[in-house]
DNA sequence: TTTTTTTCGTAACTATCGGTACGAAAAGCA
DNA sequence: TGCTTTTCGTACCGATAGTTACGAAAAAAA
């Protein structure tokens, strides 16, 4: 998982996560079956590490500014700090998707429908709560948050400052006022 | 160009690129080098097809909301209707950096400077004309506009409908009136 | 201990990648 | 026409991708 996500899911070759792992070539086929299946098996661990976290921001029972704050903190997380790469391997996936196996894309898809949801069912939460106006469908603004997510990791990974992309979520977001 | 810019600028072999385009492989290899060359080549070809108009709004005596209205135009532009395929060869390569070559990979740097350049400099332009109260710095927004044209091109290549991503775009812009 | 079963890694296989040696064909020139 | 030069593609190269056959080692059962 964390290979994949520091180098790029279709970057690291099977020869270089034995060389990384210890594991032997016929060890990680026996375990995952196949390379479609061993990033299959690191995108559900990432879902577990990363994207559940950010689902369980989305399910408390906080304020929607409240919740914003708290997606802003999550996004510009230090990584440095946490010994975890910078972007996301759940965005990474999603730009390389024409290159991932079956299996995989299978679950980019399932997990990318699973995240639109969750800020859906929040956004109507928060509208039902008198807390947020919008005049755009819940689904879209759930895209919207979606794609700030991905802006922020992206700007992360090309090594921009983390004030500085809180700074333009903060822009992204001030609109929603 | 179309090729890396439809599948992916790492998901075509130059064996395929010699199938679409009936040029033999020697040929390719006698006019641009290198695989490395051919991709530089292709983002070259980008550069003057599609980021120099976007450069051209950026530098036009607009107002800066009337620009703003042309960057929404412009990045939902029906691309079916163009034959053209969906998404941005450039934040593509942004995102596949990693495996590009040395050449590709300058011209990725060099072309992301230029265009964050011309941002910059539109929204001094904007500030001195007292068209936009701005708190954050000029580079940050410069940012902020590259990060909205990344996400628009990242929902379409998702297969998002163009007016849902211009109703994404015109929340992200409204934010600064 | 001996036998059986399971676990595990060396070493190989096939396919495909980017890249090129080299001879044939075409073009230019006499 | 005959010779030189340039253009061009077949057929190959080494490296590396993902994948696995198979024998050795370890564990369990006898």
Same mark, same amino acid.
């Given at each position: 998982?964390?290979?994949?996500? &520091?180098?790029?899911?279709?970057?690291?070759?099977?020869?270089? $996560?034995?060389?990384?792992?210890?594991?032997?070539?016929?060890? $990680?086929?026996?375990?995952?079956?196949?390379?479609?299946?061993?990033?299959? *098996? &690191?995108?559900?661990?990432?879902?577990?590490?990363?994207?559940?976290?950010?689902?369980? $921001? @989305?399910?408390?029972?906080?304020?929607?500014?409240?919740?914003?704050?708290?997606?802003?903190?999550?996004?510009?997380?230090?990584?440095?700090?946490?010994?975890?790469?910078?972007?996301?391997?759940?965005?990474?996936?999603? *730009?390389?998707?024409?290159?991932?196996?079956? @299996?995989?894309?299978?679950?980019?898809?399932?997990?990318?429908?699973?995240?639109?949801? &969750?800020? %859906?069912?929040?956004?109507?939460?928060?509208?039902?709560?008198?807390?947020?106006?919008?005049?755009?469908?819940?689904?879209?603004? #759930?895209?919207?948050?979606?794609?700030?997510?991905?802006?922020?990791?992206?700007?992360?990974?090309?090594? $921009? #400052?983390?004030?500085?992309? %809180?700074?333009?979520?903060?822009? &992204?977001?001030?609109?929603?006022?």
């Amino acid at each position: 998982m964390i290979s994949y996500w &520091a180098d790029g899911p279709t970057a690291v070759p099977i020869n270089e $996560i034995c060389r990384r792992s210890g594991a032997s070539k016929p060890g $990680i086929y026996r375990e995952f079956g196949s390379d479609d299946g061993l990033k299959e *098996a &690191a995108l559900e661990a990432y879902h577990d590490a990363v994207l559940t976290p950010l689902h369980n $921001i @989305l399910a408390s029972d906080q304020s929607f500014w409240q919740v914003v704050e708290a997606l802003i903190s999550f996004f510009v997380q230090d990584r440095q700090q946490l010994s975890l790469p910078d972007g996301c391997l759940f965005f990474a996936m999603r *730009a390389h998707k024409d290159e991932l196996g079956d @299996l995989t894309r299978a679950k980019v898809d399932q997990l990318r429908q699973q995240t639109l949801d &969750a800020y %859906e069912s929040w956004i109507n939460r928060a509208k039902s709560k008198g807390q947020l106006k919008l005049e755009i469908p819940s689904d879209t603004a #759930a895209l919207y948050f979606d794609a700030q997510n991905g802006c922020a990791m992206r700007m992360q990974k090309e090594g $921009i #400052a983390n004030d500085v992309i %809180e700074q333009t979520l903060r822009l &992204a977001f001030d609109g929603l006022k």
